[in-house]
Structure formats: structure tokens, C-alpha cells
């Protein structure tokens, strides 16, 4: 942790992986007034809010357009007590970057986490190099710049090589561009918006009974009311293996008569319900 955001949590912004990492860029995109606060694990970032107190919100990533859902987060959420107060959209742009000196005839190695690696495995393959998973980007980096190995790169964002002083052999490295990742913002207070302040999101937990269409009743509220289910993703309750929790995300405002309609109908069909938040809809989702 730094001084900085040790003297001043309401400040700090905590997040997963080390400076340099994507979560940290999106940190500084959608809070550039806060201290970003580097935490080893999600479990600790969601303390340094929750528990800790030693930061006011957490940058966490919940989904990836070409890795599809970060797995993690949807264990934590239901057992958390803090709540989403916003969304953020990042682009993800990808350098191959090795110490100062390294060539790409030299390169033997890439370092970098393994969605990334995946990310990037046509060009990897295409250089000959042989991909070691790590256990982010932007720690990646600072391993190879400590290491000053000219035969290993990683694959990082450009903020992480700036910061560990890499050279960038090779911009946009991955095989794809359009590559995004979506965070959630948590906070220990519920902020909803103001109803009518233009578009809004709404997440939540639900858990139905087990029985047969307990899922096709509790969600025919959304679409007799007309209300945009946007994700629906469910995981095991960690009771037994026969009841299952979902995860669900929708457009509108629980103040919105439709969406209000529709909860009631969810909550009549559920044995458990809780809304993790509202907040608005991020620009890029008009693009």
C-alpha cells in the first residue's frame, strides 16, 4: 500500500494486481482523482473496502468479451456486503515488452497472464516463443525487468511497461482488436441513481426453488413487463448441488413501474432475492 492511500482511504481506490495492471488504468480512466490502491488477490480488494476500511471503493473486473466472465467475482459477490455503484468499459491493448537491448530474433520467451497469453497466441506462435503463464500482466513486467533477461518478454499494457522500464517491441499484440473488459465499481454504500437520469442498470442475486419451471415463472415478469434481461449467469449456492443461485443483470430502474413489476414477480418465485446495485449505463454500451 502506498503512504498516500494509506492517509487518506477515502481517497484510494483499491484494486487487484500490481501498478501497471489494467484494473489500475481503468482506476486512474474512471477516477482520476483517487490514490489507486494495488491489492495481491480480489478476496483482498474486496476487504480493503468491506472490512479493512482502507480504501472507499474497488475497481473489479467482471467480464471479458473474448475470456467471457472473470469466475472468481461471481463468488464473491453473493457473500459480500458491498454494493455496485457504477460501471466502467477499458479497452484492452496489449504491448510485447522486454528489457532494454532485447530484439524480437532474441526473444526465446513470453511471460504474462494466460488470458492474455491466449489473447496474444497467434503472434506468440507466429514469433516462435514459448508462452509461461504468471499470475497477472502488469506483475509479469515487473518480473521480467527485475530479471533483465533480453530472451524474455511480457505481454503487458503499455502502462506497465512505461512503469518498469521495458522496451515495447511490438504494439496492439493481441490477435484481435476490439478486445474489452468490463469492471464493476463497489462501494461500502448503496448510491442509486435519480430515477429518470437516464439509462440505469440493475444487478442482483436470485435463488428459486427446486422445482420444475421455477425458473421460466420467476423471470416471465421481465418479459411480460418488457424489461431487457442483459445477463443471466448462475453458480452453485454452496449449500448442495441441487439448488443454484443466478446472477442477473437488467436495463431500468427499480423505481421504473415495469422493473418494479417485474422484481415483485421474481421475489413472489424466489426463496432469496437481493440487489447488489443500480447505477448508470456506461457510454460504450450506446456504441
Same mark, same amino acid.
Given at each position: 500500500?502506498?503512504?498516500?492511500?494509506?492517509d487518506?482511504?477515502?481517497?484510494?481506490?483499491?484494486?487487484?494486481?500490481v501498478?501497471?495492471?489494467?484494473?489500475?488504468?481503468?482506476?486512474?480512466?474512471?477516477?482520476?482523482?483517487?490514490?489507486?490502491?494495488?491489492?495481491?488477490?480480489?478476496?483482498?480488494?474486496?476487504?480493503?473496502?468491506?472490512?479493512? $476500511?482502507?480504501?472507499?471503493?474497488?475497481?473489479?473486473?467482471?467480464?471479458?468479451?473474448?475470456?467471457? $466472465?472473470?469466475?472468481?467475482?461471481?463468488?464473491?459477490?453473493?457473500?459480500?456486503?458491498?454494493?455496485?455503484v457504477?460501471?466502467?468499459?477499458?479497452?484492452?491493448q496489449?504491448?510485447?515488452?522486454?528489457?532494454?537491448?532485447?530484439?524480437?530474433?532474441?526473444?526465446?520467451?513470453?511471460?504474462?497472464?494466460?488470458?492474455?497469453?491466449?489473447?496474444?497466441?497467434?503472434?506468440?506462435?507466429?514469433?516462435?516463443?514459448?508462452?509461461?503463464? $504468471?499470475?497477472?500482466?502488469?506483475?509479469?513486467?515487473?518480473?521480467?525487468?527485475?530479471?533483465?533477461?533480453?530472451?524474455?518478454?511480457?505481454?503487458?499494457? =503499455?502502462?506497465?511497461?512505461?512503469?518498469? =522500464?521495458?522496451?515495447?517491441?511490438?504494439? $496492439?499484440?493481441?490477435?484481435?482488436?476490439?478486445?474489452?473488459?468490463?469492471?464493476?465499481?463497489?462501494?461500502?454504500a448503496?448510491?442509486?441513481?435519480?430515477? =429518470?437520469?437516464?439509462?440505469?442498470?440493475?444487478?442482483?442475486?436470485?435463488?428459486?426453488?427446486?422445482?420444475?419451471?421455477?425458473?421460466?415463472?420467476?423471470?416471465?415478469?421481465?418479459?411480460?413487463?418488457?424489461?431487457?434481461?442483459?445477463?443471466?449467469?448462475?453458480?452453485?449456492?454452496?449449500?448442495?448441488?441441487?439448488?443454484?443461485?443466478?446472477?442477473?443483470?437488467?436495463?431500468?430502474?427499480?423505481?421504473?413501474?415495469?422493473?418494479?413489476?417485474?422484481?415483485?414477480?421474481?421475489?413472489?418465485?424466489?426463496?432469496r432475492?437481493?440487489?447488489?446495485?443500480?447505477?448508470?449505463?456506461?457510454?460504450?454500451?450506446?456504441?
Amino acid at each position: 500500500m502506498s503512504d498516500t492511500a494509506a492517509d487518506d482511504p477515502a481517497r484510494s481506490i483499491a484494486f487487484q494486481g500490481v501498478l501497471g495492471a489494467n484494473s489500475h488504468i481503468s482506476c486512474r480512466e474512471a477516477f482520476p482523482a483517487m490514490t489507486p490502491l494495488p491489492c495481491g488477490t480480489f478476496e483482498d480488494a474486496f476487504a480493503a473496502v468491506e472490512t479493512e $476500511r482502507t480504501a472507499a471503493l474497488a475497481m473489479i473486473p467482471i467480464e471479458n468479451s473474448l475470456g467471457g $466472465r472473470v469466475a472468481d467475482i461471481h463468488h464473491l459477490l453473493p457473500n459480500s456486503s458491498l454494493y455496485i455503484v457504477a460501471e466502467h468499459f477499458l479497452p484492452i491493448q496489449y504491448k510485447l515488452a522486454a528489457p532494454k537491448g532485447a530484439t524480437l530474433e532474441g526473444l526465446r520467451e513470453v511471460w504474462s497472464h494466460v488470458q492474455a497469453l491466449a489473447q496474444c497466441r497467434e503472434q506468440i506462435r507466429d514469433l516462435g516463443l514459448r508462452p509461461v503463464v $504468471r499470475a497477472d500482466t502488469a506483475g509479469a513486467a515487473l518480473e521480467v525487468a527485475e530479471m533483465g533477461d533480453t530472451s524474455i518478454a511480457a505481454v503487458c499494457p =503499455g502502462l506497465a511497461a512505461d512503469l518498469y =522500464g521495458l522496451d515495447v517491441l511490438r504494439n $496492439r499484440f493481441e490477435d484481435r482488436i476490439g478486445n474489452t473488459t468490463r469492471f464493476i465499481v463497489m462501494s461500502r454504500a448503496r448510491k442509486d441513481p435519480e430515477p =429518470g437520469d437516464g439509462p440505469c442498470m440493475t444487478s442482483f442475486i436470485f435463488q428459486v426453488r427446486s422445482v420444475p419451471a421455477a425458473l421460466y415463472k420467476a423471470l416471465g415478469g421481465f418479459a411480460t413487463n418488457g424489461v431487457n434481461i442483459t445477463k443471466l449467469e448462475s453458480c452453485l449456492s454452496g449449500e448442495h448441488f441441487g439448488v443454484a443461485l443466478f446472477y442477473a443483470e437488467i436495463e431500468g430502474h427499480p423505481a421504473d413501474l415495469p422493473v418494479a413489476r417485474a422484481l415483485e414477480e421474481l421475489d413472489y418465485f424466489s426463496t432469496r432475492m437481493r440487489t447488489l446495485g443500480v447505477y448508470k449505463a456506461h457510454s460504450f454500451r450506446q456504441r
